[in-house]
C-alpha cells in the first residue's frame, strides 16, 4: 500500500497514486453475523509539501458489498463526505470515500488535473477475479475552472485560496458482477498534475 505523501513531486510536473482500497465483496449472510474481540492498527504519517508539490491524503474506499446474483454498480461522489450509492439488489454498508489530494501553490497559480489510467482503473481480487471502474468525477476546494476548466480530462484550475494550499477529491462509478467472488479488490489511480 503507497504511504501518505509517497506520490509527491517538486514543480513542474507530479504524479500522485491513489489506492482503491477495500472494496470487499462478502457473501450477503456474513452481514448477520457478528464478530467479537477484533483488533485493527493505524498508520501515523505527515508529508511537508514544497511549492509546487502534491500529495495523496486518502485513498479511495467503496466500503463492503454483498454478494449478489445480478449485476450492479456503486457511484462514489467526489467530495470530503463522500456518497457511494449502490444500484439494484446491492447491498453496501461501511467506509464510502472519494480518493483526496491536497496541491502546494501559490496564490494564482494555474493547475492542470488529469488521470492516466485511460478513464478505467481494473481492481484485482481473489484467483484473478476483477472488477473495474470508470466515469471518473473530480471535485475542488480551492481553486476555480480558468479557460473555461477546458483541457485535460479533469480541467485547468486557478488557486484561489491566500494560503496556495487546495483540495481535490477523484471519485467514480465501481462495476460489480453477478455473483462477482468474494474478497478484497484493489486497484491504483493515477493522476497527472501539472503548474503553469
Known amino acids: 500500500m503507497p504511504r501518505l505523501g509517497a506520490c509527491s513531486a517538486p514543480w513542474l510536473h507530479a504524479w500522485c497514486c491513489?489506492?482503491?482500497a477495500a472494496v470487499l465483496?462478502?457473501?450477503?449472510?456474513?452481514f448477520a453475523q457478528q464478530v467479537n474481540g477484533d483488533t485493527a492498527t493505524a498508520r501515523t504519517?505527515?508529508?511537508?509539501?514544497?511549492?509546487?508539490?502534491?500529495a495523496k491524503t486518502?485513498?479511495?474506499?467503496?466500503?463492503?458489498?454483498a454478494q449478489s446474483?445480478?449485476?450492479?454498480t456503486?457511484?462514489?461522489?467526489?467530495q470530503n463526505a463522500a456518497t457511494c450509492t449502490p444500484s439494484?439488489?446491492?447491498?453496501?454498508?461501511?467506509?464510502?470515500?472519494?480518493?483526496?489530494?491536497?496541491?502546494?501553490?501559490?496564490?494564482?497559480?494555474?493547475?492542470?488535473i488529469r488521470e492516466t489510467n485511460g478513464g478505467t482503473v481494473t481492481l484485482n481480487g481473489p484467483g484473478g477475479a476483477t472488477m473495474f471502474m470508470d466515469n471518473l468525477t473530480i471535485g475542488v476546494s480551492g481553486m476555480t475552472p480558468f479557460a473555461n476548466g477546458n483541457g485535460w480530462d479533469f480541467g485547468n484550475w486557478k488557486i484561489n485560496?491566500?494560503?496556495?494550499?487546495?483540495?481535490?477529491?477523484v471519485g467514480g462509478t465501481l462495476h460489480i458482477g453477478a455473483a462477482q467472488t468474494p474478497g478484497v479488490y484493489n486497484g491504483t489511480l493515477l493522476i497527472q498534475i501539472q503548474f503553469n
Open 18 to 20: 491513489a489506492l482503491l
Open 25 to 30: 465483496l462478502v457473501p450477503s449472510q456474513a
Open 45 to 54: 504519517q505527515v508529508a511537508i509539501l514544497t511549492p509546487g508539490s502534491v
Open 58 to 65: 486518502a485513498d479511495m474506499d467503496f466500503g463492503s458489498i
Open 69 to 72: 446474483n445480478t449485476a450492479g
Open 74 to 78: 456503486v457511484v462514489l461522489t467526489p
Open 88 to 112: 439494484g439488489t446491492l447491498i453496501r454498508t461501511g467506509a464510502c470515500r472519494a480518493a483526496r489530494f491536497s496541491i502546494f501553490g501559490k496564490k494564482n497559480n494555474k493547475v492542470r
Open 161 to 169: 485560496t491566500n494560503s496556495g494550499i487546495t483540495e481535490f477529491w
